[in-house]
């Protein structure tokens, strides 16, 4: 009976380790939703509880482990290496960071802002190919996520060109020329809160931060989606807009980036 007992525990245990590490997330992969689900909120939710500690917090030590200090490059390697081997994050991640690269190496602007700052991913992605002399500033809600951030920021070598802000994008955009002497923006990278998407960059524009030739490139436009914020871009006679098809980060689910070059 006890080993009958036991061959059913070992059982159950190779099972569930099975579902977990293996099944699942093969089954989620191509299902943007479903990936949202099961990697952003039980599994975070189970190893925050398992860990007592956060994704972000698990995130930053991946980076202190793997990355060298001072090398943007090799803190990027390792954030992807933990999302795609240990956890799922919701960087913008590899496939669409090169897009995301590619965009910012053409422009080579002088004036960036982000919205959505993270655990630094992107800021880095974003910091790395800007020109000596070059601005970058990064809005982020979250005040745990902004002190992960720093630190991934400066673990990359990378405060000089960056200048992170605690708070809601609402409350500083249109505070932007008054406390940071800039008129306006070369490019903006929206990456933060979807329904923000469409009010802070009707808000951009009525606080005269865009110019004509200004590029925002928005994330996640499929997956979770911003219907409105693509109707808006899309047709409205200030913008030419194209979309680059990708996947949502780190699985095969589609997303995308929506460029946007707003004419004035």
């Not at 202190?64 to 954030?79: C, F, M, N, Y």
């Not at 809600?141 to 405060?159: P, R, S, T």
């Not at 200048?163 to 923006?185: C, N, R, Y």
């Amino acid at each position: 009976m006890l080993l009958v007992l036991l061959c059913w525990c070992v059982g159950a245990t190779v099972l569930l380790y099975v579902l977990y590490s293996w099944l699942i997330p093969t089954a989620v992969q191509f299902n943007g939703s479903l990936a949202l689900l099961w990697h952003d909120v039980i599994v975070e939710r189970a190893l925050d509880t398992l860990t007592r500690s956060t994704r972000p917090q698990r995130l930053l030590k991946a980076v202190r482990k793997r990355a060298k200090r001072g090398d943007p490059q090799s803190v990027i390697s390792a954030i992807d290496h933990f999302c795609r081997h240990s956890e799922w994050a919701m960087n913008i991640g590899d496939e669409k960071g090169s897009i995301l690269d590619s965009v910012v190496s053409e422009l080579s602007p002088e004036k960036v802002l982000e919205l959505g700052t993270y655990c630094g991913y992107s800021t880095v992605r974003i910091a790395r190919l800007l020109p000596p002399g070059a601005r970058l500033i990064t809005l982020e809600f979250n005040a745990d996520y902004a002190a992960i951030a720093k630190q991934v920021i400066a673990w990359a070598g990378l405060e000089d060109k960056i200048q992170l802000v605690e708070g809601a994008s609402e409350d500083w955009i249109p505070h932007m020329k008054e406390h940071f002497g800039i008129e306006t923006f070369d490019f903006v990278f929206l990456d933060h809160w979807k329904d923000r998407y469409l009010p802070d960059t009707k808000l951009m524009e009525d606080c005269g931060l865009l110019r004509k030739g200004t590029v925002l490139l928005a994330d996640n436009v499929i997956c979770p989606g911003v219907p409105d914020y693509l109707e808006y871009v899309r047709n409205s006679l200030s913008y030419k807009s194209c979309y680059f098809k990708s996947h949502l980060e780190y699985t095969k689910a589609e997303d995308g980036l929506e460029k946007s070059v707003f004419l004035g």
